[in-house]
T-cell receptor, first 115, second 110 residues
Framework: NAGVTQTPKFQVLKTGQSMTLQCAQDMNHEYMSWYRQDPGMGLRLIHYSVGAGITDQGEVPNGYNVSRSTTEDFPLRLLSAAPSQTSVYFC??????????????FGPGTRLTVL | TQLLEQSPQFLSIQEGENLTVYCNSSSVFSSLQWYRQEPGEGPVLLVTVVTGGEVKKLKRLTFQFGDARKDSSLHITAAQPGDTGLYLCAANSGTYKYIFGTGTRLKVLA
C-alpha cells in the first residue's frame, strides 16, 4: 500500500494563478481532509469529505474548492492564488473521520509559495 | 471557536533528561490524539486517549488525559535525539472536524 500520496511536492505560483493539489489514498478510507500548516499555527482544516460526493467546509475554506468523485481521490483547487495561501498543505484520510478508534494517516505534504 | 493551546512552544534539552509538554483547552473533547511530525513529513499518530484520567504508555512516552477531558500531557523519560520533532495534540468533539494545537518543537541534543 502506498498510503496517502500527494503531488506535487513543491509548487511556486504567481498571484492570481489557479492550480490543483492532488491527493490519493489506497486504503479504502471514507474520510479525507485537507489541512494547511503555517508557522506557529498548527494544522487548520480547510475542507473534508465523508465519502464520494459529500464534502463540507472546515475552519479556513475561503479561496479553496474541493470535490470527491471517487473514494480514492480528493483534489484541492486554488481558484486565484494569493500570497496568504503560501503554506504547507497536508492531505489526510481515515476510515470514518469520527470516533476514538479512528486514525488519520497523513500524506507527505505540498509546499506552496505564492509570489 | 475551540482552541487547543500547547506549552511550551519550544524545548531544547540534553539527552537523558525528562520533559513534559501540555495541551490545554476550555472545551471538553470525546477523544484526544498526540502526533509527532518530523521535518518534511506529515504528522504520525502516537496515541489516542478517550477516558478522563486515562494514562497510556508507549515505551518512554507517557500520555495522560485530564479527568475533565479538557487537557492532556505527554511525558518523555530519558529523552533521546530520535525524539526530536514537532509534537501536536489534536481533538475531536464528536464531529468530523479535528482541531490541532499549535505544537511543541522539541530538540534533544546528544
Amino acid at each position: 500500500n502506498a498510503g496517502v500520496t500527494q503531488t506535487p511536492k513543491f509548487q511556486v505560483l504567481k498571484t492570481g494563478q489557479s492550480m490543483t493539489l492532488q491527493c490519493a489514498q489506497d486504503m479504502n478510507h471514507e474520510y479525507m481532509s485537507w489541512y494547511r500548516q503555517d508557522p506557529g499555527m498548527g494544522l487548520r482544516l480547510i475542507h473534508y469529505s465523508v465519502g464520494a460526493g459529500i464534502t463540507d467546509q472546515g475552519e479556513v475554506p475561503n479561496g479553496y474548492n474541493v470535490s470527491r468523485s471517487t473514494t480514492e481521490d480528493f483534489p484541492l483547487r486554488l481558484l486565484s492564488a494569493a500570497p496568504s495561501q503560501t503554506s504547507v498543505y497536508f492531505c489526510a484520510s481515515s476510515y470514518h473521520g469520527i470516533g476514538a478508534a479512528d486514525t488519520q494517516y497523513f500524506g507527505p505534504g505540498t509546499r506552496l509559495t505564492v509570489l | 471557536t475551540q482552541l487547543l493551546e500547547q506549552s511550551p512552544q519550544f524545548l531544547s534539552i540534553q539527552e537523558g533528561e525528562n520533559l513534559t509538554v501540555y495541551c490545554n483547552s476550555s472545551s471538553v473533547f470525546s477523544s484526544l490524539q498526540w502526533y509527532r511530525q518530523e521535518p518534511g513529513e506529515g504528522p504520525v499518530l502516537l496515541v489516542t486517549v478517550v477516558t478522563g484520567g486515562e494514562v497510556k504508555k508507549l515505551k518512554r512516552l507517557t500520555f495522560q488525559f485530564g479527568d475533565a477531558r479538557k487537557d492532556s500531557s505527554l511525558h518523555i523519560t530519558a529523552a533521546q535525539p530520535g525524539d526530536t520533532g514537532l509534537y501536536l495534540c489534536a481533538a475531536n468533539s464528536g464531529t468530523y472536524k479535528y482541531i490541532f494545537g499549535t505544537g511543541t518543537r522539541l530538540k534533544v541534543l546528544a
